[in-house]
């Protein structure tokens, strides 16, 4: 049996959503609500969305979770995100390396060219890349899912924080006891 105490789970679709949509606020820090990304993979000319807003819904909130390759496909256009991304697996969960791949061909022309090399050959071509990077004043280490924008995070005004189940009760007795 083999050992996977040290191997990340792969990321639920659910959680790869949550994901983007943090990376994805407004100019106030609010994420899309569903019914801005359903109404985002509607196709350019036409009136009706690909997706209802109840499947976005349910993709969100994980109630479904192995949904068709069309639908797939139309949530992470809605997203601008790769659709593989959203893929089930682990070699999916890293979305720096999909959108650099999605986006620069020239990345796609290294990947080809790493067909047939040996793993230190790799490991020598990713020594350079870090070399390359700390000469542009660049990390050496890139994450597999970039950090929100700053202050998303943060509390926004306007936006009322829920309260714990601890906190209600204790308003709720306060509003008893007329305090």
Do not use: C
Request: glycine share 6%; proline share 10%; hydrophobic share 35%.
């Amino acid at each position: 049996m083999a050992d996977t105490r040290d191997q990340p789970q792969p990321l639920s679709l659910r959680a790869k959503l949550l994901a983007l949509l943090r990376l994805r606020r407004d100019s106030e820090g609010f994420p899309p609500s569903v019914r801005d990304i359903a109404q985002a993979t509607t196709p350019a000319g036409q009136r009706k969305p690909r997706l209802s807003h109840g499947t976005v819904n349910s993709l969100m909130n994980g109630t479904h979770s192995s949904p068709k390759a069309a639908t797939l496909a139309a949530l992470a256009q809605a997203l601008d995100a790769p659709v593989a991304f959203l893929l089930s697996g682990p070699e999916w969960d890293d979305l720096t390396a999909l959108t650099v791949y999605q986006e620069r061909p020239e990345a796609r022309e290294a990947l080809r060219l790493m067909q047939g090399l040996e793993v230190q050959d790799i490991l020598e071509i990713t020594m350079k890349l870090k070399e390359i990077r700390g000469r542009r004043g660049l990390t050496e280490d890139v994450p597999a899912i970039p950090p929100p924008p700053p202050g998303v995070d943060q509390p926004r005004e306007g936006r009322p924080r829920r309260l714990s189940l601890h906190e209600a009760a204790e308003r709720a007795a306060e509003d008893l006891e007329g305090r």
